[in-house]
């Protein structure tokens, strides 16, 4: 008995990466798939992250979840690390747009906002990002994607243009971000003892005040 052979009309659906054919049902079947973009790729993987953890992710594991080829998934992001980019991307774009990129010559008005209330306002939000995505927060912090590197560069700038040397700026904002990340990390257990969102605000505001404060008595 011979084996059954493929049918020679059979390929694979370049716009999902997925089996496609020659027959009518799978002509058909084909045009109600999600077409394979980046978008969807960043959301999949996203959703990945946050289900089975920053670990789970590879380019394999995300083209089944995605129903198609890891072939076709490279025709939009070379590797992993370009998929982080995406993810950065993605993320940081759920951020208010209040810092200017990173050399920008547009001046922040110190009159009207200030450097404490700049640095307290950007902390809150990523502080926020990080409980809407807590898994793939954490996974960015460990690659430090250069969307993410820049607008911490953003910040830095921002300080600067709000009357703070460069020295002083590079510390505010490497001493806020370690008590942001100690904040983060630190959720979670504190969650496991019972503590509430509010609880959970209230500490974080009073800690962030009083680092602002201690700060801006020695940069002035």
Do not use: C
């Amino acid at each position: 008995m011979e084996p059954q052979r493929a049918d020679a009309g059979s390929s694979v659906d370049r716009a999902t990466g997925q089996p496609g054919g020659g027959g009518l049902k799978q002509q058909d079947a084909s045009r109600t798939r999600t077409p394979l973009s980046l978008e969807r790729i960043v959301g999949v993987a996203i959703e990945l992250i946050e289900s089975e953890g920053p670990d789970s992710l590879s380019m394999r594991r995300l083209a089944s979840r995605l129903g198609s080829s890891t072939m076709a998934t490279y025709h939009h992001v070379a590797d992993r690390q370009a998929l982080m980019e995406a993810i950065a991307q993605r993320l940081l774009s759920e951020l208010d747009p209040a810092v200017n990129p990173a050399g920008s010559k547009e001046p922040v008005d110190a009159d009207r906002r200030g450097w404490v209330d700049l640095v307290r306002s950007e902390v809150s939000a990523f502080l926020e990002l990080s409980r809407r995505h807590p898994a793939t927060f954490a996974a960015l912090l460990r690659t430090r994607p250069t969307a993410l590197v820049t607008r911490v560069e953003g910040i830095e700038a921002d300080l600067v243009a709000a009357g703070l040397d460069e020295l002083p700026a590079r510390l505010v904002v490497r001493t806020t971000a370690r008590y942001l990340m100690g904040s983060v990390m630190g959720e979670q257990a504190a969650i496991s003892a019972g503590q509430t969102m509010d609880e959970m605000n209230e500490s974080f505001s009073f800690g962030l005040g009083a680092l602002l404060e201690g700060m801006a008595a020695r940069v002035g």
